[in-house]
């Protein structure tokens, strides 16, 4: 995979026409522009059309948590807006991961195209391993542990790939395979301001890792020029 096709763009911003425009100056530099939840309720599903028309590929962020059959419902309308991956959360557990893996694949099948990326969402990069105990109270396991526990969970229940921090790469690779998609967050190159994600790492470094896509937000979108900021993270990937 060409560097630029593995950078995922957070296009975490105010407006629809911000968006757009974003799109429209990167769109060949990228591989995957990511719609979260910030621009998703701003612009709603219109937004994933626009970016789709303008040639670029949507992941969408909404992390779906919820019963089996809302979930599966929800994976069936990702389907229908003909995104290139979205993603669930795996503490929503087997059941619910199999319901929107069997959702998607069955609608992805009625409307003739290839169905979405499904990706489980394991521990958030924001999460340490002190509040992983003290507030989540998942005691005695390491985040690493949970992490590749949970993808492990989740490739057995269907769903594609994971999104999870640089630095459970290697514990998930050994654990679930090459070609277990691994999305990794938290992503800082070596000049930017780290940010409130607390297990980052370079581009570089996720890339030797194996991670297979990388999400980049603010050292893009925040530059200067965002043209010439996307340059400097191909650079340092190809270094």
């Known amino acids: 995979m060409k560097p630029k096709k593995r950078i995922i763009l957070a296009l975490d911003v105010n407006s629809k026409d911000e968006a757009v425009d974003l799109v429209k100056k990167l769109a060949g530099h990228v591989g995957v522009f990511k719609v979260g939840m910030q621009l998703y309720n701003l612009a709603g599903p219109d937004i994933v059309h626009c970016i789709n028309d303008l040639g670029g590929?949507?992941?969408?962020?909404?992390?779906?948590?919820?019963?089996?059959?809302?979930?599966?419902?929800?994976?069936?309308?990702?389907?229908?807006?003909?995104?290139?991956?979205?993603?669930?959360?795996?503490?929503?557990?087997?059941?619910?991961?199999?319901?929107?893996?069997?959702?998607?694949?069955?609608?992805?099948?009625?409307?003739?195209?290839?169905?979405?990326?499904?990706?489980?969402?394991?521990?958030?990069?924001?999460?340490?391993?002190?509040?992983?105990?003290?507030?989540?109270?998942?005691?005695?396991?390491?985040?690493?542990?949970?992490?590749?526990?949970?993808?492990?969970m989740a490739q057995q229940s269907g769903i594609d790939g994971v999104v999870c921090?640089?630095?459970?790469?290697?514990?998930?690779?050994?654990?679930?395979?090459?070609?277990?998609?691994?999305?990794?967050?938290?992503?800082?190159?070596?000049?930017?301001?780290?940010?409130?994600?607390?297990?980052?790492?370079?581009?570089?470094?996720?890339?030797?890792a194996g991670a297979d896509y990388m999400v980049i937000g603010r050292p893009i979108i925040k530059a200067y020029d965002p043209v010439e900021a996307v340059k400097l993270i191909i650079d340092e990937l190809e270094a």
Not at 113 to 132: D, F, G, H, W, Y
Not at 137 to 146: D, F, N, S, W, Y
Not at 181 to 202: F, N, S
């Open 165 to 208: 921090s640089p630095q459970e790469i290697t514990a998930i690779r050994e654990r679930c395979g090459p070609d277990f998609i691994i999305v990794t967050p938290g992503i800082r190159p070596q000049w930017a301001e780290e940010g409130d994600q607390k297990r980052i790492t370079t581009p570089r470094q996720a890339l030797d």
């Open 57 to 152: 590929q949507v992941f969408i962020d909404l992390k779906f948590h919820d019963i089996p059959n809302t979930v599966a419902s929800a994976g069936k309308v990702m389907a229908g807006l003909n995104c290139f991956m979205f993603n669930v959360h795996a503490a929503g557990g087997r059941v619910m991961l199999k319901a929107a893996a069997q959702a998607v694949k069955e609608e992805a099948l009625r409307l003739r195209r290839a169905p979405p990326k499904i990706l489980a969402v394991t521990v958030l990069t924001s999460i340490s391993q002190k509040e992983l105990e003290d507030e989540m109270l998942i005691k005695g396991r390491a985040v690493e542990q949970v992490v590749s526990t949970w993808a492990e």
